[in-house]
């Protein structure tokens, strides 16, 4: 019967998840498993791509040349970490029918999501610098609770990503550290940005309740750890750290209990944020999606022609 | 190393052989072996390389598939500048910078090992009293 076969499968993958085994492109999956893998690392991919357009704003504008040179690596680093992940998310997604152009063309039919805080605006060089130490530092805790996924391919494409994220948390403290030892304007300037992107990095982790596909990907050990412990991480790494430099963060209700060993503090706006995400109708995501839009099928001429001259030397190579 | 004209007159192709130790390492160069279809390649490769390594997985690739730069291409390998901007070691002041702060640099490898564990973690713990970093040095994990 094909259900019992199916049904021993299931058991024998459970079995191989709780063994702690990794799980590559070509073992057999139940469809769940790949189904929440797809749709999270496509997101994840994407999420780093459009993370990118930010913090590339400000590469024409950087105050000086080294930190030009900074941010413009960090930028590379972004898209680079999002074609990793493509080619992760299109492997598994290959028995779907989906490719590298299917996956870009996700963003701007709104078919795929990304996060949060990439449809926020960054309209000072202290925006850059709060990217660069809270958003990545949020990413970084985010993905560093990945690194033990039971997807194998996904566990090594992060193991690489981490490696350069250190340095994505170096550059993000450094350009905060020279504005929290400036001059009172540019420290205003940093707790202008802090404020704007407080309640968005709130978010950015994710609601507290856990979701059907959250308990997918905790059943499959796709991750191991919940929105809110990780949200309590942030908070216990973080608060401290703005506080010292003198920064006031913008939420009054925001405490540690000791004897619960928990932060409390404000919800986000789940509404209106997730609404942002979900209709990419935050104040900088239609001018992002058209920049990327018009990126991908203005040069759809370029990768066709690449792709014919390759074929044309290939056959000549052949036909001697 | 051969060339394209050695192998492809023998009887024989040569197959490059990549291992890979352990399921979160990349597959490894280790060698080449010359064999009549990919199917004995990989076990004339099983037979040289893993006789006792354990192994995750094996991969066999014919020569005249792999596409090679070496180091004779002088301009290709190129460091155009000095790149310290692009690795950490080019922010190492920002420990110092902290510190004027009474305040820990962080570092990712913690971080790392932060997230195995349950809980939010004592954040009175990544406040350095006085001038020391002695409340919790940064755990250096191997391989990270
Ligand atoms: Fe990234
Ligand atoms: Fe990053």
Same mark, same amino acid.
């Given at each position: 019967?094909?259900?019992?076969?199916?049904?021993?499968?299931?058991?024998?993958?459970?079995?191989?998840?709780?063994?702690g085994?990794?799980?590559?492109a070509?073992?057999?999956?139940?469809?769940?498993?790949?189904?929440?893998?797809?749709?999270?690392?496509?997101?994840?991919g994407?999420?780093?791509?459009?993370?990118?357009?930010?913090?590339?704003?400000?590469?024409?504008?950087?105050p000086?040349?080294?930190?030009?040179?900074?941010?413009?690596?960090?930028?590379?680093?972004e898209?680079?970490?999002?074609?990793?992940?493509?080619?992760?998310?299109?492997?598994?997604a290959?028995?779907?029918?989906?490719?590298?152009?299917?996956?870009?063309?996700?963003?701007?039919?709104?078919?795929?999501?990304?996060?949060n805080?990439?449809?926020?605006p960054?309209?000072?060089?202290?925006?850059?610098?709060?990217?660069?130490?809270?958003?990545?530092?949020?990413?970084?805790?985010?993905?560093a609770?990945?690194?033990?996924?039971?997807?194998?391919?996904?566990?090594?494409?992060?193991?690489?990503?981490?490696?350069?994220e250190?340095?994505?948390?170096?550059?993000?403290?450094?350009?905060?550290?020279?504005?929290?030892?400036?001059?009172?304007?540019?420290?205003?300037m940093?707790?202008?940005?802090?404020?704007?992107?407080?309640?968005?990095?709130?978010f950015?982790?994710?609601?507290?309740?856990?979701?059907e596909?959250?308990r997918v990907?905790?059943?499959?050990?796709?991750r191991?750890?919940?929105?809110?412990?990780l949200?309590?991480?942030?908070?216990?790494?973080y608060?401290?750290?703005?506080?010292?430099?003198?920064?006031?963060?913008p939420?009054?209700?925001?405490?540690?209990?000791?004897?619960?060993?928990?932060w409390?503090?404000?919800?986000?706006?789940?509404?209106?944020?997730?609404?942002?995400?979900?209709?990419?109708?935050?104040?900088?995501?239609?001018?992002?999606?058209?920049?990327?839009?018009?990126?991908?099928?203005?040069q759809?001429?370029?990768?066709?022609?690449?792709?014919?001259?390759?074929?044309?030397?290939?056959?000549?190579?052949?036909?001697? | 190393?051969?060339?394209?004209?050695?192998?492809?007159?023998? @009887?024989y192709? *040569?197959? +490059?052989? $990549?291992?890979?130790? &352990?399921?979160?390492?990349?597959?490894?160069y #280790?060698?080449s072996v010359?064999?009549s279809?990919?199917?004995m390649? @990989?076990?004339? *490769?099983? +037979?040289n $390389?893993?006789?006792? &390594?354990?192994?995750?997985?094996?991969?066999? #690739?014919?020569k005249?598939?792999i596409a090679?730069?070496t180091?004779?291409?002088?301009?290709?390998?190129?460091?155009?500048?000095?790149? &310290?901007?692009r690795?950490?070691?080019g922010y190492?002041?920002?420990?110092?910078?902290?510190?004027a702060?009474?305040?820990?640099?962080?570092?990712?490898?913690?971080?790392?090992?932060?997230?195995?564990?349950?809980?939010?973690?004592?954040?009175?713990?990544?406040?350095?009293?006085?001038?020391?970093f002695?409340?919790?040095?940064a755990p250096?994990?191997?391989?990270?």
């Amino acid at each position: 019967m094909v259900t019992s076969t199916e049904d021993m499968r299931v058991t024998q993958f459970m079995a191989r998840i709780e063994r702690g085994e990794k799980i590559e492109a070509t073992d057999w999956m139940p469809d769940d498993y790949r189904m929440v893998l797809v749709k999270f690392i496509q997101m994840h991919g994407v999420s780093e791509i459009m993370g990118a357009y930010p913090e590339k704003e400000w590469v024409p504008k950087a105050p000086s040349l080294r930190r030009k040179l900074g941010i413009m690596s960090k930028v590379q680093d972004e898209i680079g970490h999002g074609q990793l992940l493509l080619r992760v998310a299109e492997e598994l997604a290959a028995p779907l029918g989906a490719t590298r152009e299917s996956m870009i063309e996700d963003i701007y039919t709104g078919r795929i999501k990304f996060h949060n805080v990439f449809h926020m605006p960054a309209p000072s060089w202290a925006d850059a610098g709060v990217i660069g130490w809270l958003v990545d530092g949020a990413a970084i805790i985010s993905q560093a609770a990945l690194l033990d996924t039971s997807y194998a391919p996904y566990a090594r494409v992060l193991k690489r990503i981490c490696a350069e994220e250190s340095f994505h948390m170096q550059h993000g403290e450094s350009i905060i550290l020279s504005l929290a030892e400036g001059t009172p304007e540019q420290r205003q300037m940093l707790q202008d940005a802090v404020n704007r992107w407080w309640e968005s990095l709130m978010f950015f982790f994710g609601p507290p309740e856990i979701s059907e596909s959250a308990r997918v990907m905790l059943k499959y050990r796709i991750r191991e750890r919940t929105n809110e412990e990780l949200r309590q991480k942030f908070l216990t790494r973080y608060v401290p750290r703005i506080r010292s430099i003198g920064l006031t963060i913008p939420d009054e209700a925001l405490s540690y209990d000791r004897n619960k060993e928990q932060w409390t503090y404000t919800q986000p706006d789940w509404q209106r944020f997730g609404e942002i995400v979900r209709k990419n109708s935050g104040p900088m995501s239609q001018a992002r999606i058209a920049l990327r839009k018009s990126a991908h099928t203005d040069q759809a001429w370029v990768r066709e022609a690449m792709k014919r001259t390759a074929d044309s030397v290939h056959v000549s190579v052949l036909g001697k | 190393m051969t060339t394209d004209s050695e192998h492809s007159s023998g @009887l024989y192709e *040569a197959y +490059e052989v $990549f291992v890979q130790y &352990d399921v979160l390492e990349p597959h490894q160069y #280790v060698g080449s072996v010359l064999a009549s279809s990919t199917d004995m390649a @990989l076990i004339v *490769a099983r +037979e040289n $390389f893993l006789r006792r &390594d354990k192994a995750h997985s094996l991969w066999v #690739v014919p020569k005249q598939f792999i596409a090679v730069k070496t180091s004779e291409d002088v301009d290709f390998f190129a460091v155009e500048f000095d790149r &310290d901007y692009r690795r950490v070691d080019g922010y190492s002041d920002n420990a110092r910078r902290w510190k004027a702060f009474k305040q820990r640099a962080m570092e990712i490898d913690e971080v790392v090992e932060d997230v195995k564990h349950a809980g939010s973690g004592n954040p009175e713990e990544q406040i350095t009293p006085g001038d020391g970093f002695a409340t919790e040095s940064a755990p250096t994990q191997k391989g990270r």
